[in-house]
């Protein structure tokens, strides 16, 4: 029956993209970024760390930012635990990008945990971009699928390829990472808040490398955001304050002509004094 309950209870979605299109945009971004699983291959091995232990980290960590930050800081001679704390914490945006996903994917419970080592930076990326439901869990699915076979496998031919490449720090691989995490993040930097942001952590990175241990300059970017915002909240009071903005419980209020037999008004009964 048109207009019925159920009619209404199954409303079309939203027309979405074709599945193909998505399916392409997912595997070549997860092509585009696995390939550089090789730059994390020769960077980690070329660091001293073993095939097995390399391979590990790629299997079961599986954030590229991450794993160059702690290879580099223990190539650098730092210690490991402060190592591990700069890439824990690196790391820890993907928690903020799997509460959004978990309301947008709705995935059944028992491939949710599967599904939380994929959830990266690409594959947020891939996700959020797509119009619909179906569309959002081909790209997380296609993304997430391509990129960590290839990310491996790469990762495998850059640690048995390192002694065929000679002095790997001469070739500057393990910038490929970081730079195609910029290449993602910076599209993503809309407002003035969120680049002034960026700007100072980067900014107490380089600042800070040359004085502390390695793997602390990282640790430190974190409090870009919350100077941002504190020094965004007393700009905002301050520029409050400029402008004379007041409580209008406070403000007193011009009563002129409002009294109905104010000189202004005349008095009705004797008619208009003009």
């Known amino acids: 029956m048109p207009g019925s309950a159920r009619e209404t209870a199954q409303a079309p979605e939203p027309p979405g993209r ?3 299109a998505v399916v392409r945009d997912a595997l070549g971004v997860g092509i585009a970024v696995g390939l550089s699983g090789f730059a994390f291959g020769v960077t980690s091995a070329g660091s001293g760390i073993s095939l097995l ?3 590990a980290l790629s299997l079961l960590v599986f954030t590229g930012a991450s794993q160059f930050a702690l290879v580099g800081a223990l190539a650098a001679g730092g210690n490991p635990y ?3 704390a700069g890439a824990f914490f690196l790391g820890l945006r993907n928690a903020f990008y799997g509460l959004r996903l978990s309301h947008l994917l709705a995935l059944p419970k028992t491939v949710r945990p599967l599904a939380a080592h994929w959830v990266i930076d690409e ?3 891939v996700t959020l971009a797509q119009p619909t439901r179906r569309a959002a869990r081909i790209g997380f699915t296609v993304t997430g699928l391509s ?4 990310w491996n496998l790469t990762t495998l031919a850059g640690a048995l390829g ?3 490449l000679g002095d790997t720090s001469a070739w500057g691989l393990d910038a490929a990472s970081p730079a195609v995490f910029l290449a993602l993040l910076a599209p993503m930097l809309k407002t003035t808040t969120e680049r002034a942001t960026a700007a100072l952590a980067v900014a107490l990175v380089l600042g800070l490398l040359p004085v502390l241990p390695a793997g602390v300059p990282v640790l430190a970017a974190a409090l870009a955001a919350p100077a941002v915002l504190f020094l965004k909240g007393r700009t905002g009071l301050l520029l409050q304050g400029r402008t004379g903005a007041q409580d209008p419980r406070t403000t007193p209020r011009d009563t002129t002509g409002d009294h109905p037999h104010h000189p202004t008004h005349g008095n009705p009964a004797e008619g208009d004094p003009r």
């Open 123 to 125: 594959t947020t990326a």
């Open 162 to 164: 390192t002694r065929a």
């Open 147 to 150: 990129l960590y076979a290839l």
């Open 82 to 84: 402060t190592a591990a």
């Open 53 to 55: 232990q390399t391979c």
């Open 18 to 20: 074709p599945d193909a």
